[in-house]
């Protein structure tokens, strides 16, 4: 008796209807276990990452930065690791600097604990600690980005001065009197304003500030696209996209930015700009979570492709066996 | 207009107040009068509320306008003063806007507080009407009120801390574990545990719903995964390595337009900016003639109460 063709689906057909929580436990387990594997992967970094890199640290060593921190733990996976490179470039580079936050009222304490995670990185590392007041100082959280930036642009000390945080004395004081902000008047006055975001706060930044300060973004990849045509436009100095974009300014840290390393070799080369030379760091950790996370993102994407060829390859199997 | 322009005298500028009892004064004056004026507001009839609503629109559009029209003084100092009408206005304009940003900002504060409020309101009579769902409201009260008391508590301690003990979380009290327990154990980790889902959403709908059905999809899924494999930086060091080691490093070889960094950089230049901009661009002249409607009276909605 022969058995017939029809009853008997073929794999592929199997797969059409593959049960969704079989999907999502690969997943689970294939990013989960890429989690404890440390492997160095080379990239060569994005332009825009390489003109951001080259915006941080041509900032004069007297001016400060200024961060808007605009990001809460859910896009930890990418802004985390933002703020922390930012943080460890900043302070390696003996910046002071500025934060506040427009978007989300979490955003300033979410901040504060990563600037405490790389405090006590440093301190265990045998460098100098940041101290809020002396070396970076909270300007706080505002629930209007339009007002806010706005007002930045127009007079920074007026934007700010109505802001009080506590002294080395504990005395509440003016965040102006802060020797951060000594030397500050206008935006223009500043070395970098660094845009920290997983939200359309780069737009009003942009409308508002562009052209009157350096700016560069370090955004998720969701933002990546709305951010763009500003770097293209010249609007800003340039943009960090994503876990990718982390894992871009760790490497540059790491090896360096046209640097002829001791094996003679030249890695990040960056032919456009080949006279910009930017050595390795040499204190600090360089790789962190953008290194961490960039094997699972590897593996997720990696997944994502084989899912994509898998559905269309069972549906063009299934097509041309329901044709014949 | 000398008391709302930059005045030689500093008695004179309305901006430049000093902090302290008096401001103190002023603030609680301006508070009652704010109060009266809403329920003067609340009292008048609906349909006189319209011209009312629109005068304050058009009042504070006007300031924006003016500000970005009215020419202004170039390089000014603060110990000049302006000479003039056209240098007053445009010194008082400048002076004025970070005042328009704070009271901005204290509309979004109490938006904010109108939210919560009507958060309680809503779900405390799910409650006690014993609605569909009540527990779940009985659970966001909970969370709520929990959340703001251990939280303004424990700012209150890191205030008075002068001495930044509480830094380390040795010197923690109850109330900075809890916070730190309701904050970052479970807010943060929530909000991380929810943007996570999306992976899986991704991934199924990848599997299920990303097939090559039309010459559009084609397309679309083809520049899809070049920006996937643009992203996975090992896949591109690789794909450009193997190029470059065919050309031998010529940096003039045609075949250097196969690299994966600078197809998916034309692809992203090409096609997504300028995509992105004509959407922005549709965006801005919307949104243009939405703010001269809502300045101007027209939009029916903007202004209706």
């Not at chain 1, 204190?283 to 898998?310: C, D, N």
């Not at chain 2, 997504?272 to 029916?300: N, Y």
Request: glycine share 8%.
């Amino acid at each position: 008796m022969s058995v017939n063709n029809e009853t008997k689906p073929s794999i592929w057909e199997k797969l059409q209807t593959l049960d969704r929580r079989i999907l999502y436990g690969v997943l689970i387990v294939l990013t989960a276990a890429s989690l404890f594997i440390h492997v160095e992967i080379p990239v060569n970094p994005e332009r825009n990452s390489k003109d951001f890199y080259i915006s941080l640290m041509d900032v004069p060593q007297d001016k400060i930065i200024v961060i808007e921190s605009d990001w809460t733990n859910s896009t930890r996976g990418e802004t985390a690791g933002h703020m922390e490179t930012l943080l460890r470039i900043v302070m390696s580079k003996g910046h002071k600097f500025a934060i506040y936050s427009i978007a989300d009222a979490q955003a300033p304490q979410v901040a504060r604990d990563v600037i405490q995670r790389i405090n006590a990185e440093r301190e265990e590392q045998g460098l100098k600690v940041y101290k809020p007041w002396v070396d970076y100082v909270e300007v706080g959280y505002s629930a209007n980005a339009e007002g806010q930036h706005n007002s930045m642009a127009n007079d920074v000390r007026q934007a700010w001065g109505s802001h009080k945080e506590r002294d080395e004395a504990g005395v509440e004081r003016s965040v102006l009197e802060s020797p951060v902000l000594a030397g500050v008047r206008q935006i223009g006055d500043v070395g970098m304003l660094v845009v920290v975001s997983a939200s359309s706060t780069i737009d009003t930044a942009v409308e508002r500030m562009g052209g009157k300060v350096n700016m560069g973004f370090m955004v998720t990849g969701v933002m990546g696209p709305n951010a763009l045509p500003y770097y293209q436009a010249g609007l800003i100095n340039g943009i960090a996209v994503g876990l990718r974009g982390n894992y871009d300014i760790e490497y540059m840290m790491e090896y360096g930015l046209n640097y002829e390393g001791p094996d003679g070799k030249v890695k990040n080369a960056y032919v456009e700009k080949r006279d910009k030379v930017i050595p390795p760091f040499t204190e600090g950790s360089t790789f962190g979570r953008g290194a961490r996370y960039f094997l699972p993102l590897h593996v997720a994407l990696g997944l994502m492709i084989l899912a994509i060829i898998l559905g269309n390859v069972a549906m063009f199997v299934s097509k041309s066996k329901g044709a014949k | 207009m000398n008391l709302l322009a930059q005045a030689a005298d500093p008695r004179l500028n309305f901006w430049g107040r000093e902090t302290g009892s008096a401001a103190l004064t002023a603030i609680f004056i301006a508070l009652a009068v704010g109060f009266l004026l809403m329920f003067a507001i609340m009292r008048v009839p609906t349909r006189a509320r319209r011209p009312i609503v629109w005068f304050f629109t058009f009042f504070c559009g006007s300031f924006y306008v003016l500000y970005y029209l009215w020419p202004r003084p170039v390089d000014y100092q603060p110990d000049e003063v302006p000479q003039g009408t056209v240098e007053q206005v445009g010194v008082f304009l400048n002076d004025a806007l970070p005042r328009f940003a704070n009271i901005a900002n204290l509309l979004t504060y109490i938006l904010l507080c109108l939210g919560v409020f009507s958060l309680a309101r809503i779900h405390t009579s799910k409650f006690i009407k014993k609605q569909k769902d009540w527990p779940f409201s009985v659970v966001l009260l909970v969370s709520m009120l929990t959340m703001a008391v251990v939280g303004y508590w424990n700012f209150f301690l890191e205030i008075n801390d002068f001495e930044g003990k509480l830094m380390d979380p040795e010197n923690w009290s109850m109330v900075g574990y809890a916070n730190d327990m309701l904050f970052d154990g479970l807010i943060q980790q929530m909000d991380a545990a929810m943007f996570s889902m999306i992976a899986f959403f991704i991934l199924s709908a990848a599997f299920r719903a990303f097939r090559i059905r039309s010459i559009e999809a084609t397309v679309m899924m083809a520049s899809a995964l070049i920006l996937m494999l643009s992203l996975m930086g090992a896949v591109d060091f690789l794909w450009s390595g193997m190029i470059d080691s065919v050309t031998g490093g010529e940096k003039a070889s045609f075949l250097n337009n196969f690299r994966l960094d600078v197809v998916s950089s034309w692809v992203k230049s090409y096609l997504q900016i300028p995509s992105i901009r004509a959407l922005d661009f549709g965006v801005g002249l919307g949104a243009l003639a939405m703010g001269l409607r809502i300045w101007l009276g027209l939009e029916r909605g903007g202004v209706s109460v």
